[in-house]
């Protein structure tokens, strides 16, 4: 009995009462009562104390380490994991209980591979399947790859390839190993532009560059690249681009790039080795989502000067690739309509303009608005969709639902925005429709 556990009455410190197994194992640990084992961890050794029997009791590699003919000593090293992680993967072993977050996530998912907690690596692999976004799928999916988790890896995979136009220019790229870069460039099923492949390679290439301690030359640049860069489809990217961004990136001789300006030209000419191959862009089917039971007739001003805006969360992750907006309020009459289309959180969505005053020539009830470059939502977060419209009175719609479950199994709520200065809200408006794909 340590001292300190006796209180100058001569009574003992009952702080186990009340307590359940959880809370006195926890006890224990935060005030290293009784440890026998000691972890280093990290490169600076940083010291935890441990209790060999919960960690026996908890995982057959511990028990291994601890037990029989081959029991190691107690004071095990830990260099690879930095202290907080390696502290939250003790609590989950003491408690049954830990915070899993974007932070710690893939060190955890190591810890419980190492020392074969099952439990642990479920709610891991469940956590970054539940928050893939565009953010953090490049990292995902290096994890993933890391610690062969191979349906988490073809999930990240084909997010990446469906949101290609957004996640390669995530910071999350820049960190991937050559052959997972080397993977995604291969894809022909990513739908993104070349060039905005060619600058994601670009700017990989600098990045590994630094890694390696080399200057960013253009010469060391292809050298790091090798194969990776004749993956990149240099004859589908346009004229102009070919002629200043990537001219100035060096990564192209100049015999090169004349080569397949000619090509782009006159695409008879061979222009091989390089890859003249479109991507085949395959996707899921568009779905479609109408948030209001029926149509007013009384017309809806659309004067270009006041913006119509809804908020929504989904429960899956999709790309959203447009939306809906009404016609002219008269039904046969043909009105022609410059829209503006900006989307991304409350705060700040009017800083993330998305289309500029495409034009539509519209003789119907509605009409759909599609999104050139198609945009990531992830499940959980809400988004703001704004619009601005100028032409003739439209319907409006009435009878809106807070929230609407589809077929497919994709829920969305929706809730008014501070941005609507047009009357549009969750009951009334524009915006009846949004079009969408399942990633």
């Known amino acids: 009995m340590a001292a300190s556990d006796v209180q100058p009455t001569g009574f003992v410190d009952n702080w186990q009462a009340g307590k359940t197994l959880a809370e006195c194992n926890l006890r224990m640990f935060d005030a290293e009562d009784s440890c026998d084992v000691t972890f280093r961890v990290g490169s600076s050794g940083h010291v935890i104390k441990a209790h060999s029997y919960i960690l026996i009791s908890r995982s057959c590699v511990f028990h291994a380490m601890f037990t029989g003919n081959l029991a190691e000593k107690t004071d095990v090293s830990v260099p690879e994991m930095e202290p907080n992680d390696f502290k939250q993967f003790l609590l989950y072993l003491y408690t049954d209980n830990t915070t899993v977050d974007a932070d710690n996530v893939t060190a955890l998912l190591y810890a419980s591979r190492k020392y074969d907690m099952t439990s642990l690596e479920t709610q891991c692999t469940e956590f970054l399947q539940e928050n893939l976004n565009v953010g953090n799928a490049c990292v995902i999916l290096d994890s993933a790859h890391r610690f062969d988790e191979s349906q988490l890896f073809r999930r990240a995979l084909t997010f990446i390839q469906n949101t290609a136009q957004a996640s390669l220019q995530s910071s999350g790229f820049l960190t991937l190993r050559q052959e997972l870069v080397d993977q995604i460039v291969e894809s022909d099923d990513m739908i993104v532009e070349e060039h905005v492949v060619f600058n994601a390679v670009n700017s990989w290439a600098e990045a590994e560059c630094e890694r390696q301690g080399k200057e960013v030359t253009s010469e060391a640049k292809r050298s790091i690249l090798g194969d990776t860069f004749w993956k990149i489809r240099f004859p589908l990217i346009n004229h102009t681009f070919l002629s200043k961004d990537v001219k100035s990136s060096g990564l192209l001789t100049e015999p090169e790039r004349l080569r397949i300006l000619e090509y782009i030209g006159c695409p008879d000419n061979d222009v091989k080795p390089f890859n003249s191959k479109q991507r085949h862009q395959k996707h899921s089917p568009t779905h479609s989502i109408t948030r209001f039971k029926s149509e007013n007739r009384i017309g809806w001003k659309t ?134 794909r399942i990633v």
């Open 303 to 436: 004067s270009g000067h006041r913006k119509d805006a809804i908020s929504f969360q989904s429960n899956q992750n999709l790309i959203l690739c447009g939306y809906k907006l009404y016609g002219p309020e008269r039904r046969h009459e043909t009105a022609t309509y410059s829209v503006t289309t900006y989307f991304g959180t409350e705060e700040n969505v009017l800083q993330c303009m998305i289309q500029d005053r495409a034009q539509y020539t519209v003789k119907g009830k509605d009409f759909d608005v599609v999104i050139e470059e198609p945009v990531a939502v992830t499940a959980g977060l809400w988004y703001t969709l704004v619009v601005l419209i100028e032409g003739m009175r439209t319907f409006g719609g009435q009878h809106g639902k807070r929230e609407l479950l589809c077929p497919d199994g994709v829920s969305f709520t929706f809730r008014n925005s501070t941005h609507s200065e047009n009357n549009t809200s969750v009951s009334r408006g524009q915006i009846p429709s949004l079009l969408y």
